[in-house]
């Protein structure tokens, strides 16, 4: 069982630099989400997904983008990378949106300098 | 908005001993209440969950209970071990809204 798999699990990019997390999940979950996770912080929501096509707004997404083209897929894009996108990003889904636990992939570590 | 609390990390603790971490929440209605653990290098996982008052959510050896009059639902274990050392978030949700987590509390047990 893969679960939620994330990739890369490291980047380091340059201000000003794109790139795309991409997330998977093999469990035909309905619902997805983008989590950012800053020292003592706790986790954050970026933007989640309710089902493919249809994608919201969560506490911080000023800087990113998603899609959800797929039941499978959620990609997150920094258009351009800025040094307080600095941080450890974790995708997860759920089967619904109510009292299932959600499923974490492993982060992918990101370092913009 | 509704928020969750939890104890200032980090705690370190003999193997063995007994393990209390706090946390306190503030809703508008009635939540479901959770406990999700992330070991290095991993994503977080659930421990144990509680969707209503006086539930008690339980899970290798963790036990947390829903108490409604004290908004709190801490998390304990009677006996730790070396293992259990891992970063420890609480979290609520309600209804259809998103999950509300926790800073988390950083758990260390030494041997």
């Known amino acids: 069982n893969a679960g939620v798999t994330q990739t890369p699990k490291f980047r380091i990019l340059k201000i000003g630099q794109s790139m795309t997390l991409q997330c998977a999940q093999d469990?035909?979950?309905?619902?997805m989400y983008w989590y950012r996770q800053d020292p003592g912080m706790g986790l954050k929501l970026i933007y989640y997904s309710v089902g493919a096509g249809i994608t919201d707004k969560g506490e911080v997404p000023n800087g990113y983008n998603v899609s959800r083209s797929t039941t499978e897929d959620f990609p997150l894009r920094l258009e351009l990378a800025a040094p307080s996108q600095t941080s450890v990003y974790f995708c997860?889904?759920?089967?619904?949106?109510?009292?299932?636990?959600?499923?974490f992939g492993n982060g992918t570590r990101l370092t913009v300098t | 908005g509704d928020s969750v609390t939890q104890m200032e990390g980090p705690v370190t603790l003999s193997e063995e001993a007994f393990l209390t971490i706090n946390c306190t929440y503030t809703?508008?209605?009635?939540?479901?209440l959770f406990w999700y653990v992330q070991y290095p290098g991993e994503g977080l996982q659930l421990l144990l969950k509680a969707t209503k008052a006086d539930d008690k959510g339980s899970n290798k050896g963790f036990e947390a209970t829903y108490r409604k009059e004290t908004t709190s639902f801490h998390l304990e274990k009677g006996s730790v071990q070396v293992s259990d050392s891992a970063v420890y978030f609480c979290a609520l949700k309600e209804g259809a809204q998103k999950l509300v987590f926790g800073q988390g509390t950083r758990l260390t047990i030494n041997p």
């Open positions: 809703a508008t209605g009635y939540p479901s």
């Open positions: 997860a889904s759920s089967h619904d949106g109510y009292n299932s636990p959600l499923h």
């Open positions: 469990m035909n979950h309905n619902y």
